[in-house]
């Protein structure tokens, strides 16, 4: 099965017919599962011009190469959640090759340890609830004190008494017992969430708006 990559009108000067037939096997992996499929290559039977999708070409119709060689291809969309793999590329000049090594518009500056702010923010299918800065390390006393001045009156201000699950993370503070505690005690129904699944938690996307925006 050929990849869905659309190929150019025109590959050389001749005005004889074109052909598209398989070129390289690749394998794609997407939410759905893996696939085999070829490369389209398109051939003149006069000229014997030929073309075949570059690595730039895949950046443009939103296919991530695994490989070097291409050999396993992610289909990008897929991965937007996964904070490791949140890149998007608005075309393939923002990428610099080797000609480009020593200009210096393709460098900018960085900060080795740049400053960190720590928030804690909710939001829900009814609207966004309180955002707060901390200030300083976070452990279950003050996550506590957190959820009583912001989780509290969000919640009353978007569900206004109506029934709603709350979701967090597997972090120490949230899972320590005297939060668990405080919890039942406050009758908040909680959303049991697997180990290690940040791409689960929509809030993840919201912090990563905010991210590219600063």
């Known amino acids: 099965m050929p990849m869905p990559v659309p190929a150019p009108r025109s590959i050389c000067e001749c005005t004889h017919d074109f052909t598209i037939t398989p070129g390289k096997h690749i394998s794609v992996v997407t939410i759905n599962g893996r696939y085999n499929v070829c490369l389209p290559r398109k051939s003149c039977s006069s000229c ?11 950046f443009i119709y939103r296919y991530w190469p695994a490989s070097i060689s291409c050999q396993t291809l992610y289909k990008f969309d897929v991965f937007t959640s996964f904070e490791h793999l949140k890149f998007f590329l608005e075309n393939w000049d923002d990428i610099r090759n ?3 090594k020593d200009n ?9 340890k740049p400053a960190s702010l720590m928030v804690w ?4 299918a009814c609207g966004m609830g309180s955002l707060h800065i901390c200030k300083g390390t ?3 006393e003050r996550y506590i004190q957190v959820l009583e001045q912001h989780m509290l ?3 009353r201000r978007l569900f206004q008494g109506r029934p709603c699950i709350f979701q967090h993370d597997n972090a120490r503070p949230h899972t320590a017992s005297i939060t668990t505690s405080w919890l039942r ?12 699944s940040p791409d689960l938690s929509p809030i993840e996307n ?4 905010i991210k590219r925006k600063m």
Not at 185 to 196: E, F, G, N
Not at 206 to 209: D, G, K, Q, R, Y
Request: glycine share 2%; net charge positive.
């Open 138 to 140: 976070i452990n279950a």
């Open 104 to 112: 210096p518009s393709c460098y900018q500056r960085s900060v080795q």
């Open 185 to 196: 005690r406050r009758r908040i129904r909680v959303l049991k969430w697997p180990a290690c």
């Open 153 to 155: 009156p969000s919640r």
């Open 121 to 124: 923010g909710c939001m829900s």
């Open 48 to 58: 014997f011009a030929e073309w075949t999708p570059e690595v730039k070409d895949l």
């Open 206 to 209: 919201i912090w990563s708006i």
């Open 98 to 100: 080797k000609e480009d």
